[in-house]
């Protein structure tokens, strides 16, 4: 018997406990309180290219508005999967049928996790490695064992070792300025990073959401790409970087069986994806110059990144590293000196700047003393003023624990 | 040891088999191949409201275009939440915040399977059910369990004595207009069933896509409205049959410390749904006659309906029985005779008609002489003629048996 004051759900296993996460309850306050945050991978909007995405969707509107309101298929519409494989085809031979259009990335990771997971299953990833992919895997009953990391990505000596050791369903790399350490793997590693999972027979989930925010050079190609390689890798891909992450529009490719595969898992998820942003965005693929959009912004953002650097090289107490990125949104630091960054972050959102603690980025055996920050969202000037808070913030936390 | 010309990826254990369905390659072509398709529950075009739709997505890149391209909340925007808020409040009074934003209704099916299910646990479902519902919760490891219904809805009885049998996680309901079988559940059954679950304090997942499709009278008050059940039950609804299903915006309503769980569910599967098909929606919804809309095509469907069920009680074989819907887009046709409707689709597809078999919307022991058929998207003529085909299609399949 049970009245509606007292009912309560019997929720699921993986989600039990998720009710308490100060980090999320702090993070989800910084917005309005005056707050500088570095938390997010928020773009700078005063970069999108609001005039190109509202002309791409006029025209549909304008010619296809019974289509753009109508159900649609599971795999994605035709023209977005077209725009997609002729992106990738630049460095791998891709067809339209081989594209799966997701809403986003995260759906795309969490479709990848329902179609190979089981329960149990190891994976393995880079150590540190992008949270919510962590939370997609972990929901789908994967167990994560986390892959070292030197300055040029994972170490393919350490992945051989653990390759051998847990026989994973699949590795989990984002090798292009990667969530959160803004590393980007050499092309050198990516070679013996593919030499090991072809030899190991080991799948490749890849994801690639930030390789075309590349600031010196051109962007690298996938793993997906190397010889070898393109048939046990699922590559995922979105646009939220190079148009905008509103739109939700990501896709993945992959080859031979595994595509029916992901399709079924996504028609149960979430049967398609939205038809107006999928036309919009393969509108605006065709017709947009997304090049010149890409030379706007890598500058801003190398700026913003070399800025974020000097700043936080100046006020962090010595021995305290800091990755300096050469694209994508993310520099990593670890503090050192005992600190614990989710402690700091209560003490930093009091002086009115925010980061992400770096244990939620560990599938295990976190360093409780690194953050990441981004450094898209504000220009050099906030920048500045936010890292000078988070130097008033460190010098609390540490005069308040000694 | 593996090449890229034998990889094969190790599917999880969930969607092992899914790689062959023969309905699906059936229903796949049929658009192709000038059949006329009941099998779709796809709503006719011409009665898209296109001019308001088109204005709604022009209003928000007129007005918030940067907004309309950055990341959102995994709740949903504020707007649409509202509007949501709004329309549940007619029969059960809702605040914004107790909304969560789906990418449709198939998405929220599955944040709920998330949410609530773990491998093993029981659900019951009508006796009939929605197959995409039974798929994303078969995913998720439930057990399902139907409920035999009458033509007023599942018979309490049964729902009681199961309940007591299978202490099910929930009990997912379409109240009104059942997909498949276009039944509508009358009060009194409403109260009946509300009765059982508060008695056996059971939770009520409740899908009511159709409930404004009601042609004769006004639409039924969900179950979640009737007292005490609103705490111990999650109400799905989408725009889908109100506006139209390609923008992919739905919502669910809850009370408690579910509505979280739910959350960080929806942002594990998704992260936030597309912001311009939100905000567009609820400005849609806020300035848009949606009474007028729903007035101009219940007439429409009403009468497409009326002739389906005639034209089927013309030249169906005696004893098949047909549900007469007043409301939704689906009619339900119980054949006999040991026609096997799966086997029966390869002729009517043949012969230029389709339909979806009735066998996949059990949870088990299948009725294989049944089939669902959409009324919606076609006018009465080709109506006439689908129905003229399908009688040509059983001639043959039990000719072709004697």
Same sequence: chains 1, 2.
């Avoid at 309101?69 to 990738?88: D, M, N, V």
């Amino acid at each position: 018997m049970s009245t509606s004051e007292t009912f309560s759900f019997r929720i699921a296993d993986r989600l039990a406990g998720v009710d308490s996460s100060p980090v999320r309850d702090l993070l989800e306050v910084v917005s309005k309180e005056g707050v500088i945050s570095f938390a997010g991978g928020v773009p700078d909007p005063d970069y999108f290219e609001v005039e190109d995405v509202r002309a791409a969707y006029a025209w549909v509107f304008e010619n296809q508005p019974q289509r753009a309101l109508q159900y649609a298929s599971s795999e994605g519409e035709p023209e977005l999967r077209e725009q997609a494989a002729r992106r990738i085809s630049r460095d791998l031979p891709t067809t339209a049928d081989q594209i799966q259009v997701t809403t986003g990335s995260q759906e795309g990771l969490f479709v990848v996790a329902q179609a190979l997971v089981n329960p149990g299953d190891t994976i393995l990833v880079e150590r540190p490695t992008y949270l919510a992919a962590v939370q997609a895997f972990d929901l789908n009953g994967a167990h994560m064992v986390g892959v070292p990391t030197d300055e040029h990505g994972v170490l393919p000596d350490e992945l051989e070792r653990l390759i051998g050791e847990h026989h994973p369903k699949f590795v989990y790399l984002i090798p292009s300025f990667q969530n959160p350490a803004g590393i980007c793997m050499s092309m050198e590693r990516r070679r013996a990073v593919a030499d090991v999972l072809l030899r190991t027979g080991t799948a490749l989930v890849e994801d690639d959401p930030y390789g075309e925010l590349a600031y010196a050079g051109d962007p690298m190609p996938p793993i997906a790409s190397l010889p070898g390689m393109s048939a046990q890798t699922i590559l995922l891909n979105s646009v939220s970087k190079i148009i905008a992450p509103g739109v939700r529009v990501g896709w993945m490719r992959s080859e031979g069986p595994i595509q029916f595969t992901l399709t079924v898992a996504k028609q149960a998820i979430g049967l398609q994806s939205p038809v107006p942003d999928q036309l919009a965005v393969a509108r605006y693929l065709e017709t947009a110059d997304v090049e010149a959009h890409l030379q706007r912004v890598r500058p801003v953002y190398a700026e913003r990144a070399r800025a974020m650097h000097a700043e936080l090289e100046r006020v962090l107490p010595a021995g305290a590293q800091i990755t300096r990125p050469d694209g994508g949104m993310f520099l990593w630091v670890r503090l050192g000196h005992g600190i614990d960054t989710t402690r700091l972050l209560q003490i930093a959102v009091e002086e009115g700047v925010a980061f992400v603690p770096g244990t939620s980025f560990y599938a295990h055996d976190p360093d409780e003393s690194t953050m990441r920050l981004s450094f898209v969202t504000h220009g050099p000037d906030v920048i500045r003023e936010g890292v000078d808070r988070l130097r008033r913030a460190i010098g609390r936390y540490l005069s308040e624990r000694d």
